[in-house]
């Protein structure tokens, strides 16, 4: 929890503070409906799926850290095209007025892959928390002394892992974010001079976790009561490997292969590194990137752009008419991310929450200057000075009956709310 506080500021509205068998997020002062109260970003993220132009998912130019959007416009309008298997006219400059146009970041390459990066702020904290261990064509990496021959080996691992995880069937969980956090605890582990077990309790332990295979067990057999296990905060002492023949199933099934690639790829990085690769750790690890992960939606800037476009005085007979507002069916072009932030994750549920990650669904569509991955919290009603802050696990759409399962099945706890 200390860790927790060391992130809010003094002049913070809010604090972390125990209840039940955990820790919630605590209101310092009067907030007021609508008030902005923290914004923080992701300790690791991974894009969940794109959103792009009617049933065409567009893979959009993003910074590999932050998420942010990058430019000019006329690569995001070239992807789009190219999802929809058109070409970009060659009138495309004069799309981009002044005026319309707005200013995303020029990407900046990794110096050894295939990652751009927003700005050189982004390329060095990603190179300094996770990517310099996980850069799959590294060619000398300061971090590592190995041979070609390693290197090849750790490059080959690693491109497997990245094509496994595309393989959603394959690997249900975040393989990105379960990537990135083991290569940060390696790294913090070297940098501080600290073992292996304080690195990983420093970065982890105010996450709860639930070891995968027994999660997944409970939601496939719903026959099992879900009470029987209650998440419990993060210890790399206390990690429970798979539990019995169908949790050692589940473990191969989903598990087994990953786990054997990022150890062939990072086992070698410290001496004593084969505790983070063990199934105990690995089933914990996944867990933690299971019940802890939030969903951010990042919009295109695309969206607004081309909505002055079509309210301005300008012609633009060139612009092809999958790019008017009213052909986004699928939504406003956006990429969905799995965000795993350490504030945030303290906000604990209620169906009827006083805060969301956004004042409204309009004022989220019009913040768009933003573009990258960052957990918001507003106050959705007037919250009293000691109140409990809290958010909305499930839809609130959804029928009472389907939150329910998803509550008492995803996150191991039964809903009271009628």
């Known amino acids: 929890m200390t860790s927790l506080l060391g992130k809010l500021t003094e002049d913070s509205p809010v604090f972390v503070g125990p209840v039940y068998d955990g820790k919630g997020l605590f209101a310092k002062q009067d907030l007021e409906e609508g008030q902005f109260i923290l914004s923080e970003p992701a300790l690791a993220s991974q894009i969940k799926n794109f959103v792009g132009v009617g049933n065409h998912a567009v893979p959009w130019s993003l910074c590999s850290h932050c998420l942010r959007f990058l430019g000019p416009i006329e690569r995001q309008l070239e992807l789009v095209c190219n999802a929809i298997g058109k070409k970009l ?55 590592m002394e190995v041979t070609t021959n390693t290197q090849d080996k750790r490059s080959s691992a690693l491109v497997e892992y990245s094509e496994l995880a595309l393989k959603r069937e394959n690997f249900p969980a975040r393989p990105q974010i379960i990537a990135k956090l083991i290569a940060n605890i390696l790294i913090e582990a070297k940098r501080q001079n600290i073992s292996l077990i304080d690195a990983s309790d420093q970065i982890l332990g105010q996450f709860l976790t639930v070891p995968f295979t027994l999660g997944l067990r409970l939601r496939e057999d719903h026959t099992s009561n879900p009470n029987e296990i209650t998440p419990k905060p993060f ?91 009213e052909s986004f069916y699928g939504g406003i072009p956006r990429v969905d991310v799995s965000a795993l932030c350490r504030i945030y994750s303290t906000l604990n ?31 959705k009603k007037p919250i009293k000075a000691g109140q409990q802050l809290t958010i909305n696990y499930t839809p609130a759409s959804l029928p009472l009956e389907e939150r329910h399962q998803i509550l008492q099945y995803h996150y191991f706890f039964q809903c009271e709310c009628q």
């Open 349 to 379: 549920h209620s169906c009827d929450c006083n805060t969301s990650n956004c004042v409204s669904e309009e004022a989220e569509v019009k913040c768009l200057e933003k573009h990258y991955a960052h957990s918001s919290i507003y106050a």
């Open 89 to 143: 006219p060659s009138q495309a400059h004069l799309l981009v007025v002044s005026s319309f146009a707005p200013q995303l970041p020029k990407a900046l390459p990794c110096i050894s892959c295939d990652c751009e990066y927003c700005s050189e702020d982004c390329r060095q904290k990603a190179w300094e928390q996770y990517h310099s261990l996980l850069c799959t064509q590294t060619k000398k990496s300061s971090e």
């Open 235 to 325: 210890s790399l002492q206390t990690c429970m490997a798979p539990v019995g023949d169908k949790e050692e199933e589940l473990f191969q099934q989903y598990l087994a292969r990953p786990l054997q690639l990022l150890s062939s790829a990072l086992g070698d990085y410290l001496s004593g590194s084969e505790i983070l690769f063990t199934p105990a750790f690995f089933n914990s690890l996944t867990g933690i990137s299971l019940i802890n992960t939030r969903e951010i939606r990042i919009f295109s800037p695309l969206h607004t752009y081309l909505e002055k476009i079509q309210n301005s005085q300008h012609s633009f007979p060139f612009l092809p008419i999958l790019f008017k507002m």
